[in-house]
């Protein structure tokens, strides 16, 4: 199971060009259908909009996009080149216009609707799906501080801490990271703090901007 990035949620924002309100919006999705879904329930609410212009990636099927009557290649690519430039998949991005009587020209279309998915895309914020290995670690308070940094230098993630005799935190680690950081923890306590090892787990967290 290969990592990669997903929208780490729904996200929308707007702006006025040359009296043209454009909003942009995107969700995580895991099917075709659910990308579908998303498209058509922006077009019943702004059904009195001029354009509700398309884009999706799902990964491991199908990649599409549409214009929705802008002139062709103006609107649903460049918003596709945006979701393919952050590297995203299994996302859906609708950008719906409202006309403001002012054209844009070809140009001006391509950056709106770039920008318009660009900024959905920042507001959703972006997390990586991929295999994490769950850690139970047992350590005395005086080695707490140092293991909660070195985790976060593997690119661990404390998910839980329970203070009683001695601190005891479950921790996250990237597959790939798992084995690296018992090694550092097993030099920097010289052995006395042990790592118990709870399973795997497939799944998508936030990365940082």
């Known amino acids: ?33 659910e990308a579908l879904a998303r498209i058509q329930e922006m077009k019943k609410r702004h059904y009195d909009a001029t354009h509700n212009c398309w884009a999706y990636i799902i990964r491991d099927g199908a990649v599409r996009f549409s214009d929705d009557g802008e002139p062709g290649g103006t609107a649903g690519m460049p918003m596709l080149q945006v979701l393919q430039r952050e590297g995203l998949y299994n996302v859906v991005c609708v950008v719906t ?46 080695y707490y501080e140092r293991v909660k940094l070195e985790a976060a230098a593997f690119g661990g993630i404390l998910r839980q801490t329970d203070f009683g005799a001695e601190v005891e935190l479950e921790l996250l680690f990237p597959r790939e990271q798992t084995e690296p950081f018992l090694n550092r923890l097993t030099d920097m306590t010289a052995g006395t703090v042990e790592a118990m090892e709870l399973g795997q787990e497939y799944r998508a967290f936030p990365v940082e901007k």
Do not use: N
């Open 1 to 33: 199971m290969d990592a990669y990035l997903v929208p780490t949620g729904f996200g929308e924002d707007e702006f006025i060009e040359k009296k043209s309100r454009f909003i942009g919006r995107v969700w995580p999705v895991e099917t075709e259908e």
């Open 97 to 142: 216009r409202y006309f403001g009587g002012i054209l844009l020209g070809a140009g001006g279309l391509v950056r709106a609707y770039t920008k318009g998915a660009k900024i959905a895309v920042d507001a959703a914020g972006k997390s990586m799906k991929q295999v994490w290995t769950a850690l139970y670690v047992p350590c005395p308070y005086s």
